[in-house]
């Protein structure tokens, strides 16, 4: 008997590491309550950033903020990684994006720590958390380019990162030449801020560009010592959001490269063991277990998203 329940667990193991479940962070309502007149709800995930993960193999937890750190534990404890998403709100709120984000981001650190390896990325709005998590403070600037598709200018050695050490030669070309990475942001991160603010010795800039006054920012970035990745740019649009006129780039080229970073961050969720305490537990945690709402036709930039209430947060076997 005993080796038969061996055999069920390797065999969960296993399916697991294959099929990697991957934490996406919630936010506040800030940006998208409009749409939802009359309506009350805690949090929302874009279901562009479910499908961007889920488009290379992986499951998705929603992740609740505003939970206790033992609920942020568990989280770590059995998902592979975590993606903390863009939109618009606040990194000061206590129990909000940004705290949550730092409690995840120091959990993250000691299981590397640890050789538990775990990997975090962020995109636009969760590229400027990564720096708040690991600072405390906020060292966003005011930067704007909207609706704006570019090409990254790489710096010196990207090519040796681990984020592009082995990317396809016609995926860095695409990057470096042709408008394929979506702008949509009125903050951003600068070399000069970070720099100032001695948070520069734990990162590699691989590529930069320039909003609409001509100041430069960081679009692209690795941790030197963690799994940690983060783009200002948000390739998640190129396949899956779908706004008339706001210049999303949905050409084969900009559609590779959205897949490779899709590629490259679930692979490196891969290599994480975490598992579910049971397959039952996982099965109630996982997205499915929620539906997303069409908002495009509300007037939305995203084409559906997933709201959450306090009774979704109440059910959650992680709570």
């Excluded at 990697?20 to 409009?34: C, D, T, W």
């Excluded at 805690?42 to 609920?71: H, M, N, R, T």
């Excluded at 405390?136 to 930067?143: A, F, K, Q």
């Excluded at 590629?263 to 277990?289: A, G, H, W």
């Amino acid at each position: 008997m005993w080796k038969i329940l061996i055999f069920l667990c390797l065999i969960y193991v296993n399916y697991a590491s294959d099929t990697p479940v991957i934490g996406i962070l919630s936010q506040e309502m800030y940006i998208v309550a409009k749409y939802f007149p009359g309506e009350h709800y805690e949090s929302f995930i874009a279901a562009s950033y479910v499908k961007f993960l889920e488009s290379a193999g992986a499951k998705v937890v929603p992740v609740w903020i505003g939970q206790s750190d033992e609920y942020y534990q568990r989280v770590v404890n059995y998902t592979n990684g975590i993606l903390f998403p863009g939109g618009g709100t606040y990194f000061n709120e206590t129990g909000g994006y940004g705290q949550s984000a730092k409690t995840i981001y120091h959990l993250a650190m000691k299981n590397n720590d640890r050789n538990i390896y775990y990997p975090l990325w962020g995109i636009c709005m969760g590229f400027q958390v990564l720096i708040f998590a690991q600072k405390g403070i906020d060292l966003r600037t005011d930067c704007s380019l909207k609706k704006v598709a570019l090409p990254l200018d790489f710096t010196e050695g990207y090519e040796s990162s681990d984020l592009f050490s082995k990317a396809p030669r016609e995926i860095l070309r695409i990057l470096g030449t042709k408008n394929v990475t979506y702008n949509q942001h009125q903050y951003c991160l600068t070399e000069e801020v970070l720099n100032n603010n001695g948070v520069l010795t734990d990162w590699n800039i691989l590529s930069t560009n320039r909003d609409a006054s001509n100041v430069e920012f960081i679009s692209t970035m690795e941790n030197r010592k963690y799994p940690f990745y983060g783009v200002q740019y948000h390739p998640e649009k190129n396949i899956f959001e779908f706004k008339d006129g706001v210049g999303i780039p949905h050409t084969i080229e900009a559609v590779q490269v959205s897949q490779f970073f899709a590629n490259f961050f679930v692979n490196k969720c891969r290599k994480n063991n975490n598992t579910f305490p049971d397959e039952q537990t996982e099965m109630n945690s996982l997205i499915y277990n929620y539906n997303p709402v069409y908002t495009a036709p509300r007037k939305s930039s995203y084409q559906q998203i997933y709201v959450f209430t306090k009774d979704d947060y109440e059910k959650s076997p992680l709570v």
